[in-house]
């Protein structure tokens, strides 16, 4: 195939809780709407990669589409299921197999913290009984250890909250829309130290839908051509430290931060779209917790690790800031239903470089846009899109 | 001292945890896994803590096996020196007292405290002074 693989219809399904709607019906939802934006019947496409992690397989949604017989194909991939599927979307067209496919992300999560049991993870059943299965304890233990190395403040994970919830006022697809004050969120109850209530996400529901075709598809569609210049989806590297990890490797100089998927994940994508941090516009960065978010800025090479707390002192990462982080909120204020997390993020860039993004629009007409996700035990999923 | 797995901790009056040492490449990873790749060995009873949280709310059951009348606790990450950091509670410290590089030595404690015939798991005290 010539040309880029590109992004030509997006579809949303809210996210947060929708009683009465099953994490199918929420893709459902969305796929028709990303059928309509991209201007093609279902007939005309020739396969998906379906995402969920706990509502069903995504496939049977082919029974409310449409019996057409068309390739369907379901990932599992923790939190970088959607990122694979769109991974894999995107592979499907560059090998010529096909011109017109979709990815599509959904999942709905029972109220309270992920409960993961021992044995989904290769870990033996005492680890659980003792209380460690619980992911809100790593990520609060890797963000303490960043903060003493690199001297972050709990007010810094406090302004990565506040900017969430006041950029998801305007953004319908958000969950939690009402802004909440800087001292209100630091003021909250700790629920793992140092992060209070505010700090967290909630797992929720939702769905995604992307439609993606071959440039000269997409040409013949007639839409602006959102390109997909890199998907990228990489595990974890010796020495890590991760989610559901009851050893960690020492290592001879540990004062400096330790590998990890992303890292990987994202310089694989700069080298495949020949850009670097420097050049991207607008970012969606994992935000399951306030800390991720600022690490995270880091691991993707958009800064150096302890510069974030200057970053958000001074207000870089706002939606006016020279790198907009989280336009919609991110997964603090969407909520993180994992099948379609890493598709809302590409959804979200996709609305930003068309220029749709209103009341949250980046100013400037952004051209580059980049997404990462990051999930245990240990994956990445990086996208980086170009107009 | 009925431990809540095999294999975990030594039998001694001083019980130390068993890493798993890779017999090709040293490496130390704990809990010791049962390929014969690995052989067990008994890791340094002292070391420092590498990072921590506070666990705040009652895990969910299953599968937390811990008593109904939840009291918070400090998770560790326990840094043996030239072994292996290992994940286990942090015991007999105040929550504003933890401080990450303070000595730590390990000192297995029942799962319920109010419950005399607990299973014992994998904890670490303070070292030093204070203990």
Known sequence: MSGDVCIVGIGIHPFGRTDGLSGVDQ???????????????WPQVQFAYGSSDAAGNPDTMVDRLGLTGMQFINVRNGCAAG????????????????????AVGFDKHPRGAFNALPSEYNLPDWYGEMGQMVTTQFFAAKIMRYMSMF???????????????????HAPHAWRRQPVALEDILAAPLVSDPYTKYMFCSPAEGGVALILASEKKARELGKPLIRLKAATMRTRPPSSFEVFAPSVDVVADDTRPRGTASRIASADAFRLAGIGPGDIDVAQLQDTEAGAEIMHMAENGFCADGEQEKWLAEGHTEIGGALPVNTDGGCLACGEPIGASGLRQVFENVVQLRGDGAGRQVPNSPKTAYSHVYGAPGVSAVTILER | MRAIATGLFTDEAQPRLIGGK????????????????????????????????VQRYRPKSPPYAGPESFKPWVVAYVELPGEVIVE?????????????????????????????????????EPAGDVA
């Open chain 1, 151 to 169: 001297g972050i403040s709990q007010e810094s994970l406090g302004r990565v909250a506040e900017k969430a919830f006041r950029n998801a006022v």
């Open chain 1, 27 to 41: 893709g459902v939802f969305a796929v028709r709407q990303a059928l309509a934006d991209a201007g093609v019947e």
């Open chain 1, 83 to 102: 990122g694979s599927a769109l991974f894999s979307a995107q592979m499907a067209i560059k090998s010529g197999e096909f011109e017109l496919g979709l």
């Open chain 2, 22 to 53: 890779d017999r090709e490449t040293g490496r130390i990873v704990f809990p010791c896994p049962s390929a014969a790749t690995y052989e067990p060995v008994p890791l340094s009873r002292e070391g420092s803590l590498w990072s921590y949280t």
């Open chain 2, 88 to 124: 286990a509670p942090l015991y007999g410290v105040a929550f504003e007292d933890v401080k990450i590089g303070m000595p730590v030595r390990f000192a297995p404690a029942p799962l319920n405290p109010e419950d005399a015939d607990s299973v014992f798991i994998p904890a670490f």
